[in-house]
Each structure stands twice: as C-alpha cells, then as structure tokens.
C-alpha cells in the first residue's frame, strides 16, 4: 500500500522524467521503461497513476501550461500599472519565461503540437491553450481598440509570440528572451498605437 501523500510526489516526479526523456531522446522514443527508469520507479507506476503513456504525456503537458498560467498571475499580481499595454506585456513575458523556453519544455512543447494532430485527448488540449492565449490577449486589445481591431490584433499578436517561440526551439541556440520580447512588445505597441489615429 503507498505511503499516504505519495501520489503527488509520484506523479510530479514521473512528470520531471518525462520532460528530461523526452529531452534526451524525443517522445517517440521516450519509452515507459525509460522513463519509470529516470524517475526511479517501476514500470506498473505509471500505469497506476496515469494509464498509459498518452495520460502521462497528458499530464506533462497540463503541467507546463500551468506553469505558464501561474507565471502571467504572479507577473499580474506584481503590476503596479493596470493598463492594457502592461497586461499585455506581462502575457508576453509569461510565454517566454524560462519555464517555457528551456530545452526539456521546448522539445516537449514540439513533441505535444505534433502529437496533438492525431490524439483527440491531446487535441483538446491545444485548443484550450491556443484559445486561453487568444482570449486573454483579445480581453487586453479590446480595452483600447474596437472589436475587430482587438480580434485581429490578438491573432496577429498570439501568432508572433507562437512564431518566435517556434524558431527559437527550432534554432537549436538558447533562447534569446529579451530579442522574443522585444520584438512581440514592439507589434503589441504599434497595435495599441492604432488607437490614437
């Protein structure tokens, strides 16, 4: 019988196993014995907690997107200033905080999205990140510009902040943040600019 408050130790721990598998070797590869054998456990392990290796993968990435969740609240809490420009760049920040563009998240970010094309489960998933992006930045846009505008500035903004993520996992260097950042932060202005026309 497991020790009482185990489970979540567990499972965060079969989590941390499957980023760094998934870092060493990519997910087709990131076999359940590899990873039972990264985090110190058998295989029947994750079957109990997880299923399969779909449910982990699952589970994997539910803890990445809240991590990305908690990142843009903690930013907001800190906000001194309410305006739409800082919530926007707080948005901005949270997508590139090292907990996303690190190489263990990254790869397991481009694992997930190709993924995602063909798992329903996993499928749902993305959605519900890519609508989250969008909402929250369209909520932000539409404090200062008329509903299409906020729309369209939105879409363009969230596939920027996509587009520079994408090619910094792809470049195989690290991260450039404040390049991502300041690039992302420049289009976020000249949308907000549009309002004062």
Not at 14 to 19: G, N, Y
Not at 39 to 53: L, M, P, T
Not at 106 to 132: C, E, G, V, Y
Request: glycine letters at 6%; one cysteine or more.
């Amino acid at each position: 019988m497991p020790k009482v408050g185990m489970q979540p130790i567990r499972r965060q721990q079969l989590i941390e196993a499957t980023l760094q598998a998934v870092d060493q070797v990519g997910m087709s590869d990131a076999s359940i014995a590899l990873i039972a054998r990264l985090a110190g456990v058998s295989n029947g392990i994750i079957s109990h907690y997880f299923q399969d290796k779909n449910g982990l993968i699952a589970a994997t990435m539910r803890h990445l997107m809240n991590m990305l969740i908690d990142n843009v609240a903690t930013r907001r809490q800190a906000l001194t200033d309410d305006s739409a420009r800082a919530h926007l760049q707080v948005i901005i920040e949270g997508n590139f905080d090292a907990s996303q563009v690190n190489a263990p998240a990254m790869k397991t970010w481009l694992a997930f999205w190709a993924t995602s094309m063909h798992q329903p489960s996993l499928h749902r998933l993305q959605r519900i990140n890519d609508h989250r992006l969008y909402s929250n930045l369209c909520c932000q846009f539409r404090r200062e510009l008329p509903v299409e505008q906020a729309r369209s500035a939105a879409r363009g903004l969230a596939a920027l902040i996509d587009g520079l993520w994408l090619r910094g996992a792809l470049s195989g260097d690290a991260f450039d943040t404040a390049q991502a950042h300041r690039i992302a932060c420049e289009y976020m202005d000249m949308q907000l600019a549009k309002q004062q026309r």
